[in-house]
């Protein structure tokens, strides 16, 4: 049964278009101009229970606006949409105590209180019963590591035990359906794959998750699906898999060097399945690979019997680049849950 459900969804923001100083805010009393963005402009989207939706597309996409009209926070200029069977903007309670809400830029803690009188709060908010809220509770202080902030306030932590106690408040409820806008950023590895796997557990268990993020770790951890949108339209709606194989499977190593390599030319050779090139200054270069042809091990162990290196940094494709390289070669839309690129549902 489909969980989210978008048709047609159109969200259209109208801005004064007002001329410069005071001349223009005058002119504007009596003529009145405006700009329109169509920040949601025609999407159809129908996701399962317990699927997990990677949402992405470019700044200013659509994207933010896509979450607040189905977390009821925004009303669609036309169009329909439904989560777990309600209309977020009219049943705005109902849908808040189906729904879980994470911002990574923002919080719902209450900043000057303990976390744990946070969680108290939202407990009463919910009206969940005192026996439910200790085994959630219990269960998310275990998996989320969050035991000793919990006497702290939301004020006083560090980014990465925000998110998690963020996660904690907006799990407390066990919604079905769970919205994350960018709930890594700004995290260590470590803090990352905790709640990466956390996550995936979620999903495991039937929660349908809806995630933006430009941290394309985070898509390959938890998503199946990917829905690539661009200009509030929907470019591609299918399996993760045949987007990451087409498009993302490059990664670039830099190196830098204590003396500058003899000739990038001999590190090419040993390396044919990858493309070396110059880096910004004499004592670096790159090399571009496929790691499912040639692991960073052997690239590495190539440069090394080339060259004397100082250090070494690998870049993941940024999801800008999927979503432009996915644009230009036009990847077939394999629109619908029941039939993935991939295979998967
Ligand atoms: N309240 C608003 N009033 C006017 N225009 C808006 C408003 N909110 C968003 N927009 C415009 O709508 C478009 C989509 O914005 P949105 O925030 O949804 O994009 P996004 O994909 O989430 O971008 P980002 O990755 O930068 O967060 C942009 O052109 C933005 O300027």
């Not at 978008?6 to 801005?15: G, H, I, N, Q, Y």
């Not at 597309?57 to 669609?76: D, E, F, M, W």
């Amino acid at each position: 049964m489909e969980q989210i459900l978008a048709s047609d969804l159109r969200k259209v923001f109208r801005r004064p278009d007002k001329g410069p100083g005071l001349k223009g805010s005058v002119r504007h009393l009596f003529e009145r101009h405006y700009t329109e963005t169509a920040a949601v402009d025609g999407i159809d989207l129908a996701v399962n229970r317990g699927e997990a939706v990677a949402y992405v597309g470019p700044n200013g996409a659509g994207k933010s606006t896509t979450i607040k009209l189905l977390t009821g926070i925004l009303v669609p200029t036309s169009g329909e949409v439904r989560v777990d069977g309600a209309i977020p903007h009219k049943n705005r309670i109902e849908n808040a105590r189906r729904i879980g809400v994470v911002f990574g830029q923002r919080t719902q803690l209450w900043w000057d209180l303990p976390v744990r009188d946070s969680l108290e709060l939202l407990r009463d908010m919910h009206g969940i019963g005192a026996k439910e809220y200790s085994a959630t509770l219990e269960r998310l202080v275990t998996t989320l590591g969050i035991e000793n902030i919990l006497s702290s306030t939301a004020r006083s932590i560090s980014l990465g035990q925000r998110m998690r106690a963020d996660l904690a408040a907006a799990l407390i409820h066990s919604p079905g359906t769970l919205f994350l806008d960018e709930p890594t950023i700004g995290l260590d590895l470590t803090v990352k794959d905790r709640l990466r796997s956390f996550l995936r557990e979620l999903v495991a268990e039937g929660t349908t998750v809806m995630l933006t993020t430009h941290d394309l770790g985070d898509i390959e951890d938890i998503c199946s699906r990917m829905v690539i949108i661009d200009e509030g339209k929907k470019l591609y709606d299918g399996g993760l898999r045949a987007v990451m194989e087409t498009y993302a499977r490059d990664r670039t190593m830099h190196i830098s060097t204590v003396r500058a390599p003899s000739s990038i030319a001999s590190i090419a050779s040993r390396i044919p399945l990858a493309k070396v090139s110059e880096g910004a200054s004499a004592l670096e270069f790159n090399v571009s690979f496929d790691p499912s042809v040639v692991s960073a091990g052997e690239v590495l162990l190539a440069v090394q019997a080339e060259a004397d290196v100082a250090d070494i940094s690998i870049d993941e494709p940024a999801i800008e680049d999927v979503v432009r390289k996915v644009y230009a070669h036009k990847l077939k839309p394999d629109v619908g849950p029941s039939s993935r690129a991939d295979g998967s549902s």
